[in-house]
Structure formats: C-alpha cells, structure tokens
C-alpha cells in the first residue's frame, strides 16, 4: 500500500492579494519501502509537503490517500494516521520535555493507549535502533550531546512503530562524523525492517548515496521526480533554482567538456573514482604515455 | 604582536550535580597557542564538543581564561579597564540568526553596537549605511529582521558588527543553521569584507568547503589544536581529519582516492578546476 | 491561528501619524482614554467617533487591520455588556425569569461596549503606527522623570522591545512544539480541565528551556556588541520635536477641551 497525493495545493489567503501558494499541485506516489530524498532550498514547500502527509495539514485543495483511504475525509483516525506516518521534525531535540531519556521515548507509544508493557518495550527497542547505549536511558535528555538528544528524539517517533518515517532535516547542525552516523542508522533501519523512509534534506550530496529516489520541490511544486543519476544530469537546471548537484556530477561533466571520455553518471566518490581511472586508463592508451 | 594572540590558554569549567557539589572539572580549552596578525582569514576547525567555540568566546572576552593569556590587539583580556576596547575591536557573530538580532528594524540593530558605544547620532547613520553597504543588505535596512532568510539575518549581524569598526570579526558556526544557499551568502560576505576591508577574520566552522580560502587552519580537538597549516595542507590528511570527526569536500576525497590507486596528484586538492588540472597533466588528454 | 493577534504589530507606510514623535503619540492615546470616559452623552460620543475615523483615515491603515485585532477582545466585550445589562439596577424595561434589563442597563452596556471598541481602535492606532522601538524610546523618554525615584526606566524599556522583538519568535516555535508533539500523537484539545493542563507539559517544558537558551545567546550577543545599561549610550534615532509634533498636541489638547464641553458641560 502507498501514500497517494492527488492534486494537491496549499494556497494561503487564497482569492487575497496576499496569495501565496505553499503547494501547486502537486501528484505523488509513494510506495511501501521506498528511500526517498524530498530536496529542495528553504521556502521550496518540502516542509509543507512532509506536514501534510500525516495530517497536520489539510489540502486546500486535492486529496491525500494512506492504504487508500483519503486521510482528510471525517471520521477516518488522524491520530492512528500520525502513529503510521511518524514525522520527525527539524531539530526534533528541542521538543524533549521528560525527566528521563526513557520516559522520553515512552511519550508517543503511551499516547497511542498500549499497554504499560508494550510502551516500555517499544521505547527500548526503538532507543537500540538509533544506537544509544543503555547507561544514557536515565539520564536527563538535556544533558546528552546534540548528536545523542537528536537519536532520541528519532526514537521518540520510531518507539510508535511507523510505517512511513519522516526526516525533515535530520542532519541540520551535526558536525561532519554526525551527520553520516545519522544517516547511515537511518538506512540501516531501513534496510533491517523494510521501513519506508522521506528524508528531507537540502543537500543533494548528503542523500545522493542512500536514496532510490529524489523529488526536487521548487516554488511549491514537484520540479524533478526521478532515480538520483537522472535528476542530477539536470545539474544546470538545478543550479538555477539554487541547489546543486553533488560536487561529483561538476568534476565530471568539466573532465568530459574538457575532454576525457569519462561517463557523468557518477553520484560519489567511489563510482567517480572508478570511472576516472577506466577512462583515465583508456586514454593513456591511445596517449601512448605512461600514467603508473 | 598579532591583532590576537593567545599564551597557554586553559579553560576550565566545574561540573555540578543538583546538589551543588563538584563532580569534577572538564577542560574546555588545553594549552591552545594563537598568534592571528591583522588582515588574516583563520578559520578554527572542529567537530561538535571540540572546544572550538569556547575559545571563540575567548577572543572578545566573553570567558576569560583558568589559565594562560589572551591579548586582543595588545590588550590583555583579563585586564578590567580595556573590557569595551576589546569588544569593540574584537566584534563577535554568533550561530543562531534569530538569538542575536535586538532591533525590529534592520537599521536599528545595525545601529544598536555604535549606540552603545556612544558614538554622535549622524555617524551611527553614516556607519550603519556602509556597513548594510559592505554587506550588500541596504536595500533591506527598513525591513523587520524576522521576514528575512537565515543568511540575510546573518549578514544583518555582520553588518551590526561592522559598524563598531572592529579591526576582527570572529564568527562562531555562522553558518551552521543556514541551506547552502544562505551559507554562501555569508561566507561571500566574510570574504569580501577581508579582502577589500582587510578586516581580520576569525571563523569557527565544521564546514570545510568553507575554509578554502583561509590563509591558515586550526583544527581543534578535545581542547586543544590537533592540526594546523594552510587549508591545503590540512585537506591532505584525509585520514586525520576522519579520526576528528571531520571530513573534506568530495573533490579533496576524490583526488585523495584517485591518488590512493596510483595516480600521481599533488595533495589537497581544493577545487573542480585544480583535479581537472592535474588531471590533465597526468593522462596526457589533449 | 497564533499570527491574527495584531495587537501590537506595526503596520508599515507612511503617513503623518506615522511620523509623529512617540510621546506625542502616547500622550495621545492617553488623553483620547481620557476622553472616553469623561464624555456621557451622545455629542461626546460622535466627536469621538469622528475624530477616530478621522485618525484612521489619516493613518493610512485599513481599517479590517484594527477589526482584526477587535477580534481578541469579542469575548470580553461581550461579557461587559452581559454583566451591565442585567446587573445595573434602575428602571425595568424587560423582566426573563429572574434577569432584569433596566434602562440604565441598555445605557451603561452601550457606553461600556463603545468605550471599549474606541479603547481598542484608540491603542491599536498607536502601536499599528509606531515601531515598537520607538514606542519604548517615547515611553524611555516620557518616563525619564522616574529616574529620580531610582525607577529602572532604561531598563524596563529595553525589556519591553526585546519581549516584543521575540513574542512572534515565539509564537511560531510554540506553533512548531505543537506539531511535533501532535505528531507523537499528544493531545491538546480533549479531555477535562485537569487533563488538559496536564497535556500543556510537553509543550510548557520546550517552550520554556527555548526561551531561556534565547535569552541566554541573547544576552551574550548584547554584551558583545558592547552593551552595558543606558549610561554612555547614544540614540540612532533621537526624539526631537518637530512642528508637526507640536500641532499633534494641540489638536489632542483642543479634541479634550471640546470633547469635556460638549460631552459632559453642556447637556445637550
């Protein structure tokens, strides 16, 4: 089953001078177990997009499908909506609030009315997912490291158990080590249950090694919607809108103007190190030179 | 004497439990030695926890030193009577573009250092026009802070710093909570204000394509300076940098990578243009 | 939800009253207050009701701005007029059950409903017009007096226009908790009064530390832009009055005069 947006807009002021359109139509699907990265710059509606999958928004206009029911009809079940869709916020530390990192984690299983039991198991379970060590369990959330608050922060909306995870941003102000920790957690988990996972980001280079898929929002609506290597041969049209492509993509595109028969598909640091040396290889036949 | 410079500097902090009694002492800040002469761009390296900003609030004495000495523009910051000649000539940026901007118009808070100071009335407008000028934020001066981008607050608050006439600017992660785009603005500002104000600049960062144009790199670590040289020299110690909790910008990696497997490269390679140039020199392509 | 409060925003163009001195505006919508409650006939009333429309107009300020911010006080208002109208004794007009309305009733409840749109319109013009800076720059000045009574003028001041810088800072991250928590599936709307309160935690307790670390930075940032109290300080923007200043007191001055002869002198 899928998430569904059919035609959907978010207008403010709508029929104002001051009309602004958050979301211009905007059609998507998302299949179970997908990686996708949701990218675009601040003010794009990639935020307003994520808000909305799990109700915290409404449309103004157009429908929102979850396991084919449309989420904004009366009487379907936001809240049970919001346990499947789990939207873990920018800066999701600074919505901490208990007395203990465990009791943290317990808050949103407790709001779904399980069993003491459960609750207790699910914030364990979902603490070890995000890889913290048992001794910070009792320990105050607001003496952990940014790092750590923000793992459990995650677990605070893995420990409901989700079907969808939302991340928006969750790298913003890590330092270099954190940031690839997080991620690479996040497609661990992803890869151990299935898990399907929106990663928000602005940085085509942070999810360009982890997503199957990459949706470029720009002024409301989808721009680019495809696997990453297609989107990034848009590199141009992308720098327009004020983003860009990994810095890959530009060292190989200039070596190919510039002459060397690589190709430009390369994503990381890897695969354009491999093609740089085949063509490099190449090209020091037909030279006659020696490169070794 | 550099326009800053630090002797043995230690900092100290004691932890407390709820109770108020000692549980023991962290060291913030180790034995760091600076020496920054005027007009430099240093950049100060580091992953989360390193102790980097902390020695930033050094700089215009917001801390003061346990141990050891910091002179700002010859003046020692522990000594009372120059307090407001150090903040003035040492003027600070800090990372949260919301948390430091006191005016409800842009111009206001450009004008709000140079009030304090006590400088007349028609020279707060003359320096609160070329400051919003040098960073290209003028047009914006009537506007309230809260409608713009994070990098245009930013610059806001390097413009509010610029008016005090600072002959140093440190900016502690002024970046860290921008999009690229915001961050670029920023650091064209800071770049620009060095070059063409010879204004001294003092970045703290855990950005590394931010640091290329530093003329020197201090990479701190558990309080105290793990590495120091030229950008270039610094991104060609990949593995250390690693083991810090850093990285280098794909191109640095790529070229680093390419070299691992054989190829003869120069080391720290900074940008697109230099990896294709070397590049070409080595597989003889044209 | 949190972003239709306009009380206290400042709505910008740029008109006469805009660029009147903030004491005098002050002083205006104290003396106009004033005039609310000294006028008790209906000639006081229409020169009051005129000469705010005029303002308005002059202002430059739509008017739905000034009904929108009305939309915080409907409940209050009401709740004056519910308990003048049946509270007041006097002479009987209509008798439900056991609630009397009296004429003095319907009277009293209509002032107090009037006085109380025009108090609001009256302070919403000023703040919608002054930049909250300047307001507490004329407050600073008209206040300077209570110094000498060791009263922390510069201080309170300085306090105001950075608790009105942050209040929409604020209201956005309490917006921002708001959601998050609702994501963990919190409730802020259901449940008795206890429940409720008890449901505020997750939000309170962010909210909180948030403000604090603000105020913190905020606090840091200050003292490194050199800030140390009022003494030794300069004004960017010092408060000289100019002629149009001068007029604006007399016309303030001459609309009381009239106001307490038409409105409560002469019984018209």
Known sequence: MAIILDHVSHIYEEGTAMEVAALRDVNLVIPDGQFIGLIGHTGSGKSTLVQHLNGLMKPTSGNIYYNGEDINEDGFDRKNLRSKVGLVFQYPEHQLFEIDVFKDVCFGPKNMGLTEKEVQLRAYGALKQVGLEDEYFYQSPFDLSGGQKRRVAIAGVLAMKPEVLILDEPTAGLDPKGRDEILDQIAMLRKETGITVVLVSHSMEDVAKYVDRIIVMNQGSVMYDDEPRAVFRHYRELEEVGLAAPQVTYIMQELRRQGLEVGTDAITVEEARDEILKAVGRSRKMGGGGIY | MGIIEAKKL??????????????????????????????????????????????????????????????????????EKYLWEIRQSAGMVFQNPDNQIIGQVVEEDVGFGPENMGVPTKEIWERVEESLKAVGMYKYRKHSPNKLSGGQKQRVSIAGVIAMHPKCIILDEPTAMLDPNGRKEVIRAVRALNQVENITIVLITHYMEEIIHADKAFVMDKGHVAMQGTPREIFSRVEELKELRLDVPQVTLLAYELKKSGIALPDGILTCEELVQALRGVGKWQ | MLRDITLGQYYQTDSVIHRLDPRVKLVATILFIVSLFVVDNFAGYLIAAVFLACMVKISGVPFRFMVKGMKSIVFLLIIAVIFNLFLTPGEAVVTVWKLTITKEGIRIAMMMAVRLVFLIIGSSLMTLTTTPNNLTDGMEKLMAPLKLFRVPVHEVAMMMSIALRFIPILLEETDKIMKAQIARGADFESGNLIKKAKGMVPLLVPLFISAFRRANDLAMAMEARCYRGGEHRTKMKPLVYHARDRIGYLVMFGYLASCIYFGRILKL
Request: glycine content about 12%; charged content about 30%; cysteine-free.
């Open chain 2, 10 to 79: 230690i900092f100290e902090y004691i932890r407390r439990d709820e109770d108020g009694n000692v549980e023991g002492i962290t060291r913030a800040v180790d034995e760091v030695d600076l020496d920054i002469r005027q007009g430099d761009f240093v950049a100060i390296l580091g992953h989360n926890g390193s102790g980097k900003s902390t020695l930033a609030k050094h700089l215009n004495a917001i801390l003061y030193p346990t141990e050891g000495t910091v002179w700002v523009d010859g003046k020692d910051t522990m000594d």
